[in-house]
């Protein structure tokens, strides 16, 4: 007896089977339904979040008791939704990963704020993290607000700030269950608009992706997110790895001052290449970053501010930009009033192993014969450090 041949006959009546399940619109779906008091009339839309952008699915108009009910076909592998009403105002995010049945009860009122999720618990851990981002960013905002933005004690709790929020994301929410779909959503938090997981920007954010892109394409390895993500953690991989020690130029060390300055030439907004060189007899500070990186908009007011102090005194910055997008690059830039330049090899720079960039942003002084002075971890105070070098003829 043939048994291959008869596998072979089996697999075939099974997805003929298959076929005809889904020819009849038997589809396997999904349901969300819920209550929405103080609703009722109002219409209600079911939003789809996709990789790049969100479509509207489905539309209901709310029932005279507040319910309501979507149905779609399950998603080839975990996917998110949304529920939003017909005036805007935040969304309820509903993650989706199978057929299950999502129920939501709410208010009009505070739609988002007051809404209890059964069904999905991983939807109910993406309440979760939309809380930790929107406590965040009051806490970003109340330290601006409080403070005198600078480059450095508001600049530094910002930082450590983020960085504290973003460990705590990855112990809570990816690390222990990097298959789930809130690890996913989790990568994707955001700053005053800005993403703070930038997987070419620092090894951890790198590794955060890696370690959900390996479970999800374990998991859903011809799924379209799965494919693409994959791609996001391998650049960022790639982007952020460790040079060889050959490689690596220390400039920790005391005798920074002594190896002298590695030259740049890069062209700014208007395509004119500057160099780095040409710019001695002036003190420098050379200021590698990324603009896509949360808090590099609040991190350039306080440079503005000591840039405008010592301009006139033979004050220079030198910016280099690595991000990838040349026409975000652009209109980020533009207003600027320093010298900024882009590096299109970005994260694959030579620059990075050049001047040992660990993360991102980061900068260093150079005094007016064009010698590298120190790193920003060497530095206490910015300012009192330009000062002393603007005094020296």
């Known amino acids: 007896m043939n048994i291959s041949r008869i596998t072979g006959i089996k697999a075939l009546i099974f997805t003929g089977i298959t076929a005809l399940f889904f020819a009849c619109g038997k589809a ?6 819920g209550e ?12 789809n979040i996709g990789i790049d952008k969100t479509e509207k699915r489905d539309s209901a108009r709310i029932g005279s008791n507040g319910t309501f009910r979507f149905s779609q076909p399950r998603p080839e592998c975990y996917d998110f939704y949304a529920l939003q009403l017909q005036d805007g105002g935040r969304r309820i995010t509903i993650a989706i990963d199978s057929t299950e049945t999502v129920k939501i009860t709410t208010t009009a009122t505070h739609f988002a704020d007051s809404c209890t999720i059964e069904g999905s618990p991983e939807s109910v851990r993406i309440q979760e993290l939309a809380a930790l981002e929107q406590s965040l960013q009051q806490q ?6 409080n403070s005198t ?13 983020i960085g504290d929020f973003k460990q705590n994301i990855f112990k809570q929410y ?12 989790a990568l994707f938090l955001r700053l005053n608009g800005e993403p703070l997981f930038i997987p070419t920007a620092n090894r951890f954010d790198s590794r955060c992706f890696a370690a959900v ?9 011809h799924a379209t997110r799965a494919i693409h993500l994959y791609n996001v953690a391998t650049k960022g991989m790639a982007a952020t790895r460790t040079a060889a020690p050959r490689d690596t130029i220390d400039l920790e060390s005391n005798a920074i001052e002594k190896i002298g300055l590695y030259n740049i030439e890069l062209p700014n907004i208007h395509g004119d290449s500057i160099s780095l060189r040409s710019l001695k007899g002036k003190v420098v500070l050379l200021d590698f ?16 501010e000591i840039y405008e102090k010592y301009r006139d005194r033979g004050f220079e910055v030198y910016q280099v930009s690595f991000d990838q997008n040349e026409s975000f690059w ?8 320093w010298i900024c330049v882009r590096d299109g090899d970005g994260q694959a720079s030579q620059n990075i192993l050049l001047y040992n960039i660990q993360s991102l942003p980061t900068y260093y002084l150079i005094n007016r014969d064009n010698e590298l002075v120190a790193r920003d971890s060497q530095i206490e105070d910015l300012e009192k450090s330009i000062e002393e070098l603007l005094k020296k003829q």
């Open 28 to 33: 396997p779906q999904f349901t969300i339904e």
């Open 36 to 47: 929405i008091k103080g609703g009722e009339s109002k219409m209600l839309y079911l939003l």
């Open 140 to 145: 970003v905002r109340n330290l601006i607000k």
């Open 149 to 161: 933005p600078a480059y450095g004690e508001t600049r530094e709790k910002i930082y450590a700030l």
């Open 174 to 185: 990816i690390a222990t269950s990097p298959h789930k779909a809130s690890a996913y959503y």
């Open 213 to 221: 892109a390996t479970s999800l394409h374990n998991n859903y390895p």
């Open 289 to 304: 970053t990324i603009y896509g990186v949360a808090g590099i908009s609040s991190r350039n007011i306080g440079l503005r």
């Open 330 to 337: 652009n209109n980020s830039a533009e207003n600027l009033p």
